[in-house]
Nanobody, 123 residues
């Protein structure tokens, strides 16, 4: 499996950005997907996850109500729509894949990662 994240960039506080993660190499619908982030000087943390069908989603409390995860199984792509962004959202964002919905929310279990895309939110 290969994951290619894209869509990062510079945005002002209060603005929006959409990240994409393209999946290849295996059957996309066999995998649940997650987004994680790592801010400068901090450990990587969970952001959001989505089940293979898109019907199950989960969010970290610090993004709930502002971020939305979705997937397009026809395009083998998972998205992270980020709204009402804050400077503390500044981080490198990584997508991850796992056949288990419970595991895809816990980074220590994950072996399939994208390369990361940098998001910077200016105040």
């Amino acid at each position: 499996v290969q994951l290619q994240a894209s869509g990062g960039g510079l945005v002002q506080a209060g603005g929006s950005l959409r990240l994409s993660c393209a999946f290849s190499g295996r059957t996309f619908t066999s995998y649940d997907m997650g987004w994680f982030r790592q801010a400068p000087g901090k450990e990587r943390e969970f952001v959001a996850a989505i089940g293979w069908s898109g019907s199950s989603t989960a969010y970290a409390d610090y993004v709930k109500g502002r971020f939305a995860i979705s997937r397009d199984n026809a395009k083998n792509t998972v998205y992270l729509q980020m709204n009402k962004m804050k400077p503390e959202d500044t981080a490198v964002y990584y997508c991850a894949a796992d056949p288990s919905y419970s595991r895809v929310r816990v980074q220590r279990y994950l072996e399939i990662w994208g390369q990361g895309t940098l998001v910077t939110v200016s105040s």
